[in-house]
């Protein structure tokens, strides 16, 4: 059967984008036709990844807006925040359906962006066209989105887990506290001090501790779903793994309940969406039995004593936190299956 639509990824060389490839190319109705690279075009992608030898040996496109826009039918740009707006207008303009993995279209605030991001922001028309994409949540205008704003690793970690309990009035938005932990992945291919091997072995490091630039993405989509302005308390931590995020929050139940009511009640909400998985009672989920997947498991326990709930959510910060999601909203932006070309097993041990 003939592939459905072509597609180019800028941004090919980051871990985002060879796992948009790892994915994509058992993609029954996508074909990449262009992999861009600002920094190696002209030789085989394979030659910097040689996973990819045999698999597939594209050469790497510079970024040029006319090359892609004859080349491809939808955009990924797996860049970094600042990159993609320099280049989305132009991608926007030559008809190109576009799908962002960065943070710079997330934030319906301009100047939000940039007191978070330290970088001038998007148009405001442009801003204002983004669909924001945490696929389970947002499906019905993600479906009409010509320009999808994917959610970044830990918002979507942390959304996922909090918004069923959220929109069922079962927890106290005021008293929100999110404990986040991320391997190494999440912080990119660059290379960096913070995954310098001597200092993330042996290691658990917390940083941008109130000062994350996810914490004002997470607190738009909660005030969204309670309809008031709400703050959380946020920490992060790099931890000496590849993949996989556990967020581990707790809040204040404004009356009691037990586990089983709200594993039922999450079940609910999340009915006729594969990629979320309730875990039953007693059951807490960890990175591995997600890693490689675009699932997003979660599990509950309540403190009778403190009156709060722990909630736990994790999912693989390069699959359901950036490449995986990206493909479960263009299947929902063509009309597909939400699962197509995403059904992985997760990889374990
Ligand atoms: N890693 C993760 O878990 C997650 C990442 N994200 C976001 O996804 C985006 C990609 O992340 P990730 O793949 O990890 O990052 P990487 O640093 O691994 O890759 C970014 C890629 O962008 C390309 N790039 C850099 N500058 C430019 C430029 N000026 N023009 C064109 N391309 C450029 C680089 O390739 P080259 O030099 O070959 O052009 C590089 O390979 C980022 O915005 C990140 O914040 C979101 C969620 C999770
Ligand atoms: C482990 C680690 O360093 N993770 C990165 C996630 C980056 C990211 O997702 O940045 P965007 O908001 O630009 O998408 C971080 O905490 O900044």
Redesign the pocket.
């Given at each position: 059967m003939s592939k459905q639509i072509r597609a180019a990824i800028?941004?090919s060389?980051?871990?985002?984008?060879v796992e948009l490839i790892r994915f994509l190319l058992h993609h029954p109705k996508v074909e990449i036709t262009s992999v861009?690279?600002?920094?190696?075009a002209g030789e085989s992608i394979a030659v910097g990844f040689p996973h990819l030898n045999h698999v597939m040996e594209l050469d790497l496109d510079q970024?040029d807006i006319d090359v892609i826009q004859n080349k491809a039918d939808v955009v990924f740009t797996?860049?970094?925040?600042g990159?993609?707006s320099g280049?989305i207008p132009d991608l926007l303009a030559a008809g190109l359906k576009v799908i962002d993995?960065?943070?710079d279209y997330r934030l319906k605030s301009g100047e939000l962006y940039e007191k978070w991001y330290k970088h001038t922001p998007p148009t405001e028309a442009h801003l204002q066209q983004a669909i924001y994409g945490l696929s389970e949540v947002f499906k019905e205008e993600i479906r009409e989105a010509e320009l999808l704003s994917?959610p970044?690793?830990y918002p979507t970690a942390a959304s996922l887990g909090l918004i069923p309990a959220l929109s069922m009035k079962r927890i106290d938005p005021k008293s929100i506290i999110i404990d986040a932990k991320s391997g190494a992945?999440?912080a990119?291919?660059?290379l960096g001090l913070s995954v310098h091997y001597a200092e993330l072995n042996e290691n658990l490091k917390p940083y941008k501790v109130n000062q994350h630039q996810h914490i004002p993405e997470i607190e738009q989509t909660l005030s969204g779903i309670v309809n008031e302005q709400t703050t959380i308390t946020f920490t992060t931590h790099l931890v000496p793994m590849t993949r996989g995020i556990l967020c581990t929050m707790y809040a204040d139940l404004l009356e009691p309940c037990n586990e089983q009511q709200l594993i039922n009640e999450y079940r609910d909400y999340y009915k006729g969406r594969p990629f979320v998985r309730i875990r039953n009672k007693g059951s807490w989920p960890s990175t591995k039995e997600v890693s490689g997947s675009n699932y997003c498991d979660i599990g509950f326990s309540i403190d009778e004593r403190t009156g709060r709930v722990t909630i736990l959510s994790v999912i693989d910060?390069?699959v359901k936190?950036?490449a995986g999601q990206a493909i479960q909203n263009l299947n929902l932006m063509m009309g597909w299956d939400e699962t197509t070309g995403l059904q992985m097993t997760p990889v374990y041990p």
């Open positions: 800028i941004g060389t980051g871990y985002g984008g861009v690279s600002s920094s190696s970024v797996a860049t970094p925040s990159v993609s280049l993995l960065s943070g994917n970044g690793c992945s999440g990119g291919r660059k910060n390069v936190g950036a």
